[in-house]
């Protein structure tokens, strides 16, 4: 799930293409409704989520990089990966308190696939209220908005000294 990592879609090109996508789909004079629907866990994941309103479903995740990927790089070892998928903090609960995303469709019990009308029926209703809402945006209002959502993404601030996980 998202863009190839290894170094033959680096010689392709994929860093290159994900920017222009960003760029792009930024600049576009139009509303943007992006909804997460399962793993969303790379840079070509972030990168088809510019847009004027984020949904992630319930049980979906949305993450620059997966935990196996994430373990693997900070501590040699995939092995970590729940550690790593704990401090992505990638599940849709995270990301509205983090305000990556706007808004967690609800699933229905045991997940979307358990309830494909239903889970249509929730879709259906979050997209036409957020098109409605966007649709009443001016054009160029929406593209400042858009740069100033994500501008905000990965503020931090820091809370004190933590220690490197031993591995």
């Avoid at 790593?84 to 995270?94: I, V």
């Avoid at 239903?118 to 957020?130: D, G, I, R």
Wanted: aromatic content about 6%; hydrophobic content about 40%.
């Amino acid at each position: 799930p998202g863009a190839y990592p290894g170094i033959k879609a680096e010689e392709q090109g994929i860093s290159y293409n994900i920017a222009i996508n960003l760029r792009e789909m930024s600049l576009l004079k139009t509303p943007i409704v992006c909804v997460v629907i399962g793993e969303g866990g790379s840079g070509g994941a972030i990168g088809i989520g510019v847009g004027d309103h984020i949904s992630v479903l319930q049980y979906a995740y949305y993450s620059v990089i997966t935990p196996e990927g994430c373990a693997g790089i900070l501590w040699k070892d995939v092995k970590f990966a729940n550690e790593a998928a704990n401090a992505l903090k990638f599940t849709s609960k995270n990301l509205l308190e983090l305000g990556i995303i706007d808004e967690v469709i609800p699933e229905p019990l045991g997940g979307a696939h358990r309830d494909h009308r239903q889970m249509a029926t929730s879709l259906k209703a979050s997209l036409s209220a957020n098109l409605k809402q966007l649709m009443s945006i001016p054009k160029d209002q929406l593209v400042d908005q858009r740069y100033e959502k994500f501008r905000k993404i990965g503020m931090f601030h820091e809370t004190g000294q933590t220690e490197p996980v031993s591995s």
